[in-house]
């Protein structure tokens, strides 16, 4: 389990996060939602370590951050990580340097996928398919837990339609999944649980089955009735 | 621990690599610099001597009463190794900082995949380093090919009358840069580039304050860098100070010198690993 404990952040004088606490589990698929500016991603950082925190801690199934981690904790920005120069067997290459995790037959199986090609320098390719590689090279890490943020942000329909194909695999099977995204509408059906984020606390939290069995509301139905919509 | 190694080297290695089109073409600058230089630098020599000989109806030993002979230190006191010797130090200078910035500037923040590799971020400390120093050190090498290749050169290309032959060692002692850069003793080249390691460490310390509290981390890197100085530079006015030379004998002065570096160099070192681990942003 993943757990976000009263985590408090601030940028110079503005708090992001005033007290943030949720759990994800293993094989959820857990989204974090909210308009622009909540500290949606600021959470995504924090646990990954790349931002510090003031207050609060995180757990990685009850262990603390370490370097360690990032054999069990892949994150995938909003934004191509690998260099530009790179060519897609390069960075594969770099990641398999590195990360005793990373599995070599899913990366081959993700190039099939995303029909991408190793040849191709990420420098010259589209938004989309730097999206891909972006996921091809953090599904390839065999981890407990994957952090995407904003992965279908900017990207055409077709390219978008080929990334919810990929919550809905073997990919995913069994991982931890914390995703946030404006496009709510292209995975809606494969989200387990939502937390609804607002001016850096937590609105809402619930389990997007049950609130569709119990109360007959979607997620969106959910998110207009919380921030007034 | 042996993986934690073969991690360490791969990352310098993947540095170097990312350095190479800049050592290169710095190494490029110095050799082609440095040919040029030492053929148009005998040949200008020689035309100059022939037409003040032919002017003033001197012969060669009138001539060399008067004007200076041409050696090897003719070739490396003029503009053309001076120029890239210049150029390859503000080149270090700048690259030791862009080492850093490039990982956050651009559109492909690659400071993301670095800070999340599974090896402690010290690593990536001093991975940069150490490619600072190995391309630092390459060029200083190729300079020194160079000065030895002078010596095949410059004497064939000007009269053995005007030619005195001057050895390497003298050559080099006799060059304010090279002086500095060739020191002849082993303890003055080891003092001489712990400085420059020392300079280093709080260069990539005040950056790391800089990545990690932005503005305000600014300042406190300049104030780091100020008090780091001070402290190294202090034991040499203790006796200014005390108003009394004898106070200390030289080789005290010089052993709290070393003594503040090594404290500046260790504080440096453990501020950046802290940085690193706990305060750095993307």
Known sequence: MLEVKDVHKKFGRKKVLNGVSFTAQKGDITCLLGINGVGKTTILNAIMNLTPIQKGSILIDEQP????????????????????????????????????????????????????????????????????????????????????????????????????????????????????????????????????????????????????????????????????? | MKKQLIHFIRLVNFEFERMIKFLFGIIAIVIVSNLIGSIIVPLSYMSEARETMSLESLNVTQFLEMYPSFSISTVTNSLWIYGPLALGISGFLFYSIYIWYREWLGKNTFVYRLLMLPIPRIFIFFSKLFTVFIGIFSLLSIQYVMIRLFYFISPSLVSSDLYKQVDVSEVISSHRAFAFLFPESFGLFAGLYSIGLVFLL????????????????????????????????????????????YILYPSEILLLIIAAAIIVSVVSIFLSKYLLEKKITV
Do not use: C
């Open chain 1, 65 to 229: 951050q370490s370097p360690d981690m990032y054999n069990r904790i892949a994150f995938i920005p909003d934004a191509a990580i690998m260099l530009p120069h790179m060519t897609i067997k390069e960075a594969m290459a770099f990641m398999q340097d590195y990360y005793d995790v990373w599995n070599e037959k899913r990366a081959k199986d993700l190039i099939r996928f995303f029909r991408l090609k190793t040849s191709d320098k990420i420098q010259d390719l589209s938004k989309g398919n730097q999206a891909k590689v972006s996921l091809l090279v953090g599904l390839a890490l065999d981890v407990d837990y994957i952090l995407m943020d904003e992965p279908f942000s900017g990207i055409d329909i077709f390219t978008r339609e080929q990334i919810s194909e990929v919550f809905s695999s073997h990919l995913i099977a069994d991982r931890g999944v914390i995703i946030t995204t404006h496009e709510i509408s292209d995975i809606e059906h494969l989200i387990d649980k939502v937390v609804l984020l607002g001016d850096g606390v937590i609105l809402k939290e619930f389990y997007a089955e049950e609130m569709r069995e119990q109360e007959g509301l979607s997620v969106v139905d959910v998110m207009r009735e919380v921030y007034n919509a």
């Open chain 2, 202 to 245: 709080v260069l990539f310390t005040g950056i790391l304050l800089e990545r990690s509290f932005r503005i305000t981390g600014f300042i406190y890197g300049i104030v780091y860098a100020v008090i780091s100085l001070v402290l190294i530079v202090l034991p040499s006015f203790i006796p200014t100070i005390f108003k009394n030379q």
